[in-house]
Structures are given as structure tokens and as C-alpha cells.
């Protein structure tokens, strides 16, 4: 994946309310890692650079087309923060 780049895969159906409020705030700028800092202690605060987080979204139905999203590349991370989520959906 190019340096840089954050896709996220949500489900149609989640796109708002919680999940959007999230993304919105992880599109801002300002909410990724600065550069280099990201592999440090856990203990030590990560520096926020000037981009944001998240760098785009794909919006796609069924638990398996999420999953392949993420394990061919085309997205980097699957957001379902919802109460009920299972340890698996993560």
C-alpha cells in the first residue's frame, strides 16, 4: 500500500451515526501518527502529524466482501464499532 494511505471498509447499512461521527473525526487532519513515531513504547504519547488518520472509505455489503477487501489490500482496516460486535469482527 502507498505510504500513507488508510482505507477504511464499512458496511453500507452503518455508514452513519456512530460509524460516520467516527469517520468524520478520522479524516480530519491532524489524527495520524507523525511520521516515525508510530513503532515507539506504548508508554510514550504518539505525536499527531498533520494528516488525518483515515485517507478514504469504501462502503460495501457482507462480512466476506469486508474480510477480502482487507486481505487483498484494496482497504486497510474494517470499522464496526458497535455494541454486540463479536472478538472475530475485529
Known sequence: RPPGRCVAVISRSRASGEVGDALQRLTEPGTAP???????????????????????????????????????????LWLFPRGGTSRWDS
Open 34 to 76: 507523525k511520521e516515525g513515531t508510530e513503532g515507539e513504547d506504548l508508554s510514550t504519547p504518539v505525536e499527531l502529524g498533520d494528516l488525518p488518520l483515515i485517507t478514504g472509505t469504501q462502503q460495501v455489503g457482507g462480512a466476506g466482501h469486508k474480510v477480502a477487501r482487507v486481505v487483498d489490500g484494496a482497504a486497510d
